[in-house]
């Protein structure tokens, strides 16, 4: 049982590519949702799903794609990096008690 | 707008001593408050919080909510140089978990 799983752990990214954050679960939890985290301010939800083919917005969705066809996976699509996306990246899943789960990160830098 | 906000920002205590931190809130259809524990990577559940009142306990840490005047505490007692992290408090509402900017404790021996 693997929890949450994403990859890749680290990348760097000159202004203007574009990259898909993966993330995957094996707890078969309806609800998914990314995270990032920036110093001095907490996590901030970007995108979040209550099941396959359902996503919606959070506090930070510019810049951002995701689209959930799986229950299993819930990539991140950065569309044209800027350096203002450079952050640690985090998946989570939650369960029905509402206990949320983390993956190990993802650490972007964009140049 | 939905806000979540963490006191102190940051606490430096000496190994033994008691803290408590602190996590007010603002968050339309209050489902639940959360306490997350995070070191140097992913943070990692430590309660639930979801009625007033009533206590929660693992071990050395305990916490509790008060949804009237909208807050919660986190307390760890005989604190140890392992409890060092950034404690982070977060509060579900309307599928949204709101996230506090994180208090950073240091515990030195």
């Known amino acids: 049982n693997a929890g949450v799983t994403q990859t890749p752990k680290f990348q760097v990214l000159k202004t203007g590519q574009s990259m898909t954050l993966q993330c995957a679960q094996d707890?078969?939890?309806?609800?998914m949702s990314w995270y990032r985290q920036d110093p001095g301010m907490g996590l901030r939800l970007i995108h979040y799903?209550?099941?396959?083919?359902?996503?919606d917005q959070g506090e930070v969705p510019n810049g951002y794609n995701v689209s959930r066809s799986t229950t299993e996976d819930f990539p991140l699509r950065l569309l044209s990096a800027a350096p203002s996306q450079t952050s640690v990246y985090f998946c989570?899943?939650?369960?029905?008690?509402?206990?949320?789960?983390f993956g190990p990160g993802t650490r972007l830098t964009v140049t | 707008e939905d806000k979540v906000v963490q006191s102190p920002l940051s606490l430096v205590v000496h190994e033994g001593d008691t803290v408590t931190l602190n996590c007010s809130y603002e968050?339309?259809?209050?489902?639940?408050l959360l306490w997350y524990k995070q070191e140097k990577k992913a943070p990692t559940f430590l309660f639930m919080l979801t009625s007033s009142g009533i206590e929660k306990k693992s071990g050395r840490l305990s916490s509790i909510l008060d949804k009237k005047e909208l807050f919660s505490i986190l307390n760890i007692t005989a604190t140890q140089t392992g409890d060092s992290a950034v404690y982070l408090c977060?509060?579900?509402?309307?599928?949204?978990?709101?996230f506090g900017q994180g208090t950073r404790l240091t515990i030195n021996p």
């Open positions: 707890m078969n939890h309806e609800y």
């Open positions: 977060a509060v579900e509402g309307a599928q949204k978990l709101v």
């Open positions: 989570a899943t939650r369960n029905y008690y509402y206990e949320q789960y």
């Open positions: 799903s209550v099941g396959a083919g359902i996503t």
């Open positions: 968050v339309t259809n209050f489902r639940s």
